[in-house]
């Protein structure tokens, strides 16, 4: 009891006196500060957005309703519980989360327990003159350890810094992969029902070119029409048909894709994606904001700035090496030859130490480690610029696709109305004997290629609209399943 009371007045006095010099001490190695860039303060629009009239404010985080199609927002919805490259990310989240918690630790005391008991002899020559008895010994011993680094110059801390900044970039990482799965689901589900239109398209032309071909063949069964008419009625025919199948396969490749995304085996959804519906309605144009506000949104740029701050971070991890470690240790524990009188009186044991390591004859090494850690930062900062360079000409070449395959839409579908109504007509002057079978079969392909030109920049607009949402990738910080950890890393 004695021997823990002079412990304990020993720590009392040692404790407030690291803890005096621990408060009292530097971080040595460059803060972190966020990069200031040059940034436009309008996107490049000119009349890339004459079309949003009525814009919405913000693009909506989960942008996906926007389009109105419960099959779409069902797939979405188990693409965020069970995409495999989404639960790859988490766990890789929560190992950041893990490494983050454990070097919050370095900060206390280590305390560890110990015990230990022997029975041994010595042989007749390290002992010399003493009976086989006597040569006999048993010894006992337990304790307590602690070890403290007093983290003056500030490694440890920088240390938890730097981690912390890499479980932020993981959470960041994380958020920026569900923008992009999201954005894939959304994309090959428009892609799939583009296709499936532009097969209608395909197969309506067909139907309609297999009865020019029946009324040729009856025309030239009753010898109003020659051989010539009918082999270019038929050459159209199979010309269309031709298109099916490449088109089939495409809307196959779509379904398996979608059920990979939501984490099924491939042939999983063919059966019900396979029946046919309608493009996804076209949602409202969006405000892009500003470029600044862009860079305030995207979870990369978050993730290239988190990397950057823990890339600095460990400038001063590699900085501190430079002075001396400083670590406080005790033991209080007993040892006895006979189990019996461990933790008597008279078996205590202590130990008080302050050790100093400094590899000041090691400066060479230690310059290097600094050399490396400034690289890296240099590096990270290139890539922070990078990401941020990357992110402007995705977002303006999303904006200016977006609006340009509006303007296109407008223009096809009236192609494919005039395209449908002159090949009505000419039916009807074919029927009449005004005009031959050529003018009858380039109105039908004419009307083919403008309906299937149709089908596919609906599609593509409505693709381009996913590609905005993505680039904008507004409100998607609330789908991070944050940590406590990474909550108040900041």
């Known amino acids: 009891m004695r021997n823990t009371l002079q412990f304990h007045h020993a720590a009392r006095l040692l404790v407030p006196a690291a803890l005096t010099l621990a408060l009292a001490a530097c971080m040595v190695g460059p803060d972190h500060v966020r990069p200031t860039l040059s940034v436009p303060e309008q996107f490049v629009r000119d009349d890339a957005n004459a079309l949003a009239v009525a814009p919405q404010p913000q693009p909506d985080a989960d942008f996906w309703n926007a389009f109105d199609d419960p099959m779409l927002t069902r797939l979405v919805d188990e693409a965020l519980v069970a995409n495999y490259d989404l639960r790859i990310a988490l766990t890789r989240f929560d190992r950041a989360n893990a490494l983050l918690r454990g070097s919050r630790f370095d900060q206390f005391p280590t305390v560890t327990a110990s015990a230990e008991g022997s029975d041994g002899r010595a042989s007749a020559d390290q002992a010399p003159g003493l009976s086989r008895e006597q040569r006999d010994g048993e010894s006992y011993s337990a304790g307590i350890d602690m070890a403290w680094e007093l983290d003056l110059f500030g490694r440890v801390r920088r240390g938890v810094e730097s981690q912390r900044a890499e479980a932020a970039a993981t959470a960041a990482d994380l958020a920026a992969l569900q923008v992009a799965i999201v954005a894939e689901v959304a994309r090959s589900y428009i892609d799939l029902r583009g296709l499936q239109e532009r097969l209608d398209v ?25 051989g010539f008419d009918r082999a270019r009625a038929s050459a159209q025919l199979q010309a269309t048909l031709a298109r099916v199948p490449a088109l089939e396969a495409e809307a196959a490749v779509m379904m398996h894709r979608l059920a990979v995304l939501t984490g099924k085996t491939p042939g999983a959804l063919v059966v019900e994606l396979q029946q046919p519906a309608d493009l996804p309605a076209l949602p409202a144009p969006i405000d892009p904001g500003t470029p600044g506000e862009l860079l305030r949104r995207r979870p990369d740029i978050a993730a290239a700035e988190q990397r950057l701050h823990a890339a600095t971070a460990r400038i001063g991890v590699a ?25 008597e009186r008279d078996s205590e044991t202590r130990l008080i130490a302050l050790g100093i390591d400094w590899s000041f004859l090691d400066i060479g090494r230690v310059r290097a480690r600094m050399a490396a850690a400034d690289a890296d930062a240099a590096g990270e900062l290139a890539s922070y610029q990078k990401t941020v360079v990357l992110a402007l000409e995705e977002t303006e070449n999303a904006l200016v696709r977006c609006a340009r395959t509006r303007t296109e839409d407008q223009h096809l579908q009236q192609a494919a109305e005039d395209s449908a109504r002159a090949a009505e007509l000419a039916h009807v002057r074919y029927d009449a004997g005004a005009t031959g079978l050529l003018e009858v079969l380039d109105a039908e392909r004419t009307k083919l290629q403008a309906q299937d030109a149709l089908a596919d920049v609906r599609t593509r607009a409505a693709t381009s609209a996913v590609a905005v949402y993505k680039a904008m990738a507004g409100g998607w910080s609330s789908r991070i399943p944050l940590r406590e950890d990474v909550a108040s890393a900041d």
Request: proline letters at 2%; hydrophobic letters at 40%; aromatic letters at 6%.
């Open 202 to 226: 395909a197969r309506e032309n067909a139907d309609n070119q297999r009865e020019t071909l029946r009324i040729v063949q009856a025309r030239l069964d009753a010898g109003s029409a020659t």
């Open 319 to 343: 900085t501190a090496d430079l002075f001396p470690r400083f670590t406080l240790g005790g033991l209080i524990g007993s040892q006895a030859i006979d189990s019996s009188n461990l933790f």
